[in-house]
């Protein structure tokens, strides 16, 4: 294979080798302490007379920092300088029973405005039990850039093993990771080389859009959620915090991924605990807002439910994973500021909710965590949904109604409440339960 002149091998020679097994034991008895530790607190600042006044010098202190971080400047998206020689790049699609949507991806990726030489795309049948295995064999007919990796029900480790086996195969330098109902524009792989031009960039995600938007009001809700998730993303990621990756439409270099050991396949969420493997060693994740990869919303509250409990686990799983060395402050100060401000934010907000409000109405007094909702459960999520959309509507080159966005921020900021009840129930499950929960299929539109 000729080399890229892009810096797609750089490597950082002083990052140690991370033992990744430590601390992946004793989830439920850490999800244990953390949670009895946050109602401990929660009561105690109820029973002492000054608990109010922490509680404002601790929101002050957050709400300091997230106005730092709506006042950040993003810089521009970068442009691409062409290589003498394109790199070679590998794209993977990890399917389980898609055959109501596999096709489209397939023949998007095998027709990409992209030398033709220089890239191959990898499907994943994972044990399907529908006709997936037949349409992606015969797809590999059709193409000659497509592999086709067939699984067998004594596989496991579910995706992150199905990627780390079909990595030993791929022959790229850089590599893509998709869902089956993933939509992609055709030139966009010309948008993520400019992104790894930066050497000490390890991975970027494509911001993610919902294909289905107008279905119905989950959809809607999705994706003022996506406008949101990517704000923020741009905006932490401008203040030096920690950029996430988000599975679909994630690329990562070969040589990060083999730094981390690859996927982790004892956790639910392998893009959210990859995200802290690539930081711990070195590496800078990056958003690229445009184009955007598409995927269909869920549409059901049941499906919802499902998928927003994974979310919630494995993104507090990393937490009690990697706590050790987050807390060592191996990331560096500023990194390590911004993650514990979002576990603060999204993970331990919501359940000290339950104690809160009970002994408020117990001692007939306020929520002491009023202050800390109202400000970061709610302004900021309305502000960043408003500022996202606008954003998304700029790069898209698409104009839009100020009531238009006024009424997608209003359904955006109602959906998000769900996670008031999500992520309480999740973690007080994690705290009890000794099993982490299983990986349940999306369904797709093709298959109602």
Request: charged share 15%; net charge neutral.
């Amino acid at each position: 294979m000729s080399e890229s002149s892009l810096p797609l091998t750089v490597e950082d020679p002083t990052v140690a080798s991370i033992d990744w097994s430590v601390g992946m034991g004793y989830r439920r008895l850490k999800a244990a302490i953390v949670l009895g530790c946050l109602w401990l607190a929660i009561v105690a600042l109820h029973l002492i007379s000054w608990g109010y006044l922490v509680v404002w010098a601790v929101t002050g202190i957050f709400c300091l920092r997230a106005l730092k971080l709506v006042t950040t400047k993003i810089a521009a998206s970068p442009v691409l300088t062409p290589p003498q020689t394109y790199p070679f790049i590998s794209l993977a699609i990890a399917a389980k029973n898609e055959a109501a949507v596999i096709t489209n991806l397939v023949e998007s990726l095998c027709k990409l405005d992209y030398p033709a030489d220089r890239y191959e795309v990898w499907a994943i049948d994972d044990n399907s039990t529908d006709r997936t295995p037949e349409i992606l064999d015969t797809l590999a007919q059709k193409y000659p850039q497509l592999q086709v990796l067939h699984r067998t029900a004594t596989d496991t480790g579910g995706k992150s093993a199905a990627l780390n086996q079909v990595v030993t195969l791929m022959q790229g330098e850089l590599i893509g990771v998709f869902d089956a109902d993933a939509q992609v524009a055709p030139d966009f792989l010309y948008q993520v080389l400019a992104y790894f031009q930066t050497p000490n960039v390890g991975a970027i995600q494509l911001r993610k859009a919902i294909s289905n938007s107008e279905t119905n009001f989950l959809t809607r809700g999705q994706q003022a959620e996506m406008a949101l998730d990517a704000y923020l993303q741009q905006q932490r990621v401008g203040r030096g915090g920690i950029g996430e990756l988000r599975g679909n439409g994630q690329f990562v270099r070969r040589t990060a991924l083999i730094g981390c050991d690859g996927w982790n396949e004892l956790t639910i969420t392998d893009d959210l605990d990859l995200t802290i493997r690539l930081h711990l060693t070195g590496w800078e994740i990056e958003l690229m807002p445009y184009p955007p990869v598409g995927e269909e919303g869920v549409t059901t509250l049941k499906a919802l439910w499902h998928q927003r409990n994974r979310w919630a686990e494995g993104g507090f799983q990393r937490y009690l994973d990697y706590g050790s060395s987050i807390a060592s402050n191996r990331l560096g100060t500023k990194k390590t500021l911004d993650l514990l401000s979002f576990l603060a934010i999204q993970y331990l907000l919501p359940p000290a909710g339950i104690p809160d409000f009970l002994l408020s109405v117990w001692l007939k007094h306020p929520p002491l965590l009023l202050p800390m909702t109202a400000s970061l459960g709610v302004a900021l999520p309305l502000w960043s949904i408003w500022v996202g959309l606008r954003r998304s509507y700029e790069q898209a080159n698409r104009t839009v109604s100020i009531f238009t966005r006024i009424t997608q921020t209003a359904i955006g900021s109602i959906f998000i409440l769900h996670w008031l009840v999500i992520m309480p129930f999740s973690i007080v499950r994690m705290a009890i339960l000794p099993k982490q929960l299983k990986w349940v299929k999306t369904l797709r539109q093709g298959d109602l």
